[in-house]
DNA sequence: GAGATAGCCTACTCCTCAGTAAGATACATC
DNA sequence: GATGTATCTTACTGAGGAGTAGGCTATCTC
């Protein structure tokens, strides 16, 4: 997207434009994470566009200078979410380990994600309120992650460091008890995330071992 | 609320009065029930008065002359279920079985709820749509299923059947498990919802066992 | 058969809120 | 300074949908 300078002495005509790209791409993640927190505490009928605006001390058609609708708002945070935990996924998963520890490792981060701001949308908001489309297409990136842990499950079941009876089920019951998490867990509540997440994932360790 | 009658021969003045409140209450659940069913399949907000009364082939204000507001609608449906379900608890737990046996009696019931219309409600619909009074009373039935299940697994500690490392996790997550069961079960597909529960359960068995 | 009342309908009101039109301002480039 | 463009504002529109006013009809009671 950026031109190299030619010649000596020439400055860079883009650099401006690039600060300005830089400014514009943090304001828009500002205002996504703003509608992530107001989404998850209060729901995303009960949240206007104009309490985000307020909540950013700007006005309602900003908003609209960022984003499409408010659909695509909540379609960004829930991607965005999605996105993010597939980098970190594909950063951090260390291949060498037993498969009981890269489930732990995956629910790990899982967990970190869920009891985010961004997270928490994709458990706490239906996504009945999108088009079809991004509905679809949000639906196949989460069943990338089934499908990751249906893999370690059955490494593991090779390994000898993972014995379910019915991997499905199981993935369903602990997925569900991740994405129910955001329901009860308060941030201003005793025990962080990672501390819950721990807990958590210890629960189906004893049904994940013999 | 009826008075008997007085005398020979005296005629039941009540009798068309409590036909007529007995249909009037059968209508009304019959309202309860069409809302549950659009509720869990479209969302709160994505279901209109007008939807339900045309599904009933009434009118709008046909539904408001059995409710109060689309609000106290959607309390009802959640309220219903969390009666039936502790009058079903009431009537059917056997307190002579071992403790793990009455948590699989608790769950088959439990989970037979929250695959219903009714259930479906308290898992799918947000109780953010209601107001604090309301929300408190919801919060206050769901709580008394925790602390039975709390009760539960203190029983099956003593009784050997039952063996949990943080019962309070555990509590969360089971609970969360079946919670978010509608989100990914189908009435149209191959299971039932009671081969479904009991799949489930058998997970979390396996986190309970030693 | 004359009220009285339950039950339901047609035809509205009214408000919230998503989204927009059109213009002001700041800033960069020439 | 003139011009252009990104950013943001004031002041609107328009629709969807919750809820209601008022009336019609069937049924019950006397």
Redesign the interface.
């Known amino acids: 997207m950026t031109k190299k300078p030619v010649g000596r002495k020439r400055p860079n005509v883009w650099e401006s434009v690039d600060l300005r790209q830089e400014q514009h791409e943090a304001k828009r993640r500002l205002i996504l994470k703003q509608a992530a927190l107001l989404f998850a505490d209060?729901?995303f009928?009960?949240t206007t566009i104009d309490q985000i605006a307020e909540a950013l001390n700007v006005t309602k058609p900003t908003i609209y200078y960022y984003i499409e609708s408010k659909e695509d708002l909540l379609y960004q945070v829930a991607h965005t979410a999605l996105v993010d935990l597939n980098e970190a996924l594909s950063r951090d998963q260390d291949a060498k380990l037993p498969a009981i520890d890269r489930l732990e490792q995956f629910f790990t981060m899982y967990g970190r994600l869920i009891l985010s701001e961004f997270g928490v949308c994709l458990a706490?908001v239906?996504d009945?309120?999108l088009n079809a489309q991004s509905r679809r297409k949000l639906r196949s990136l989460k069943k990338q992650f089934e499908i990751t842990v249906r893999k370690i499950l059955e490494e593991g079941s090779k390994d000898g460091t993972i014995c379910?009876?019915?991997p499905k089920?199981?993935i369903?019951?602990?997925?569900?008890?991740?994405?129910?998490?955001p329901?009860?867990f308060s941030n201003t509540g005793a025990s962080t995330p990672d501390e819950?997440t721990a807990?958590?994932f210890?629960?189906?360790r004893?049904?994940?071992a013999r």
């Open positions: 209060r729901g009928h009960e706490l239906s009945r309120s379910v009876d019915d089920m199981f369903f019951a602990i997925f569900g008890a991740f994405n129910w998490a329901q009860w819950v807990a958590m210890h629960v189906f004893s049904a994940a």
